[in-house]
């Protein structure tokens, strides 16, 4: 893999892509990229015609880079793929992401808590609301969600005989 650095406004989105991000998950984008840096080249092909790189796959990170960062430069690999094996691969880049599992995404956020993590820290940095941080806390157990917390007597099981239930 050759990356190479070019003016970003040498660079265009493909008309094909069917992708679309939802504006939480371009903001949860800018903060990884601000976070961890630009990890990963976005992937091109050259059209001589037009002199210009073509998106493959990376819409989402050259936007980001572009109109929210106004960078001026962005790293590239470019391919040399026909059109027919152009919109395959951007196909496959986009589904070959695969998709959060709740039950693993509650695993994680339960990681993240025993290792320090508020749950405000974890919706900053995962880009979630809090609401959705409870919600995949309580999946991994109620008794996780109650642990090291205060005790109450409100819950204590007692045999009662029939006999001495009265109505009132």
Same mark, same amino acid.
């Given at each position: 893999?050759?990356?190479?650095l070019?003016?970003? @406004?040498?660079?265009m989105?493909?008309?094909y892509?069917?992708?679309n991000?939802?504006?939480?998950n ?5 903060r990884?990229?601000? @976070? ?6 976005i ?5 001589e ?11 989402h990170?050259y936007?980001?880079?572009k ?14 793929h ?24 509650s ?8 290792q320090?993590?508020t ?6 940095h995962?880009?979630?609301e809090?609401?959705?941080v409870?919600?995949?806390?309580q999946?991994t ?13 409100s819950w204590i099981?007692m @045999?009662v005989?029939?006999?001495d239930?009265?109505?009132?």
């Amino acid at each position: 893999m050759n990356v190479i650095l070019v003016p970003i @406004d040498q660079v265009m989105a493909n008309n094909y892509n069917p992708n679309n991000v939802p504006r939480n998950n371009m903001i949860l984008l800018e903060r990884s990229i601000l @976070d961890n840096g630009f990890c990963f080249p976005i992937v091109t092909i050259y059209d001589e015609e037009i002199d210009k790189y073509i998106i493959v796959d990376g819409f989402h990170r050259y936007t980001i880079l572009k109109d929210w960062l106004q960078a001026k430069e962005i790293p590239i690999v470019v391919l040399k793929h026909d059109i027919k094996k152009r919109m395959a691969a951007t196909v496959q880049f986009n589904r070959a992401r695969g998709v959060h599992q709740v039950e693993l995404m509650s695993d994680l956020v339960q990681t993240l808590v025993e290792q320090g993590a508020t749950d405000e820290e974890i919706a900053q940095h995962l880009g979630m609301e809090l609401e959705e941080v409870y919600r995949l806390k309580q999946i991994t157990g109620i008794a996780e969600l109650f642990k090291n917390q205060p005790y109450s007597k409100s819950w204590i099981m007692m @045999d009662v005989k029939e006999e001495d239930i009265h109505d009132e």
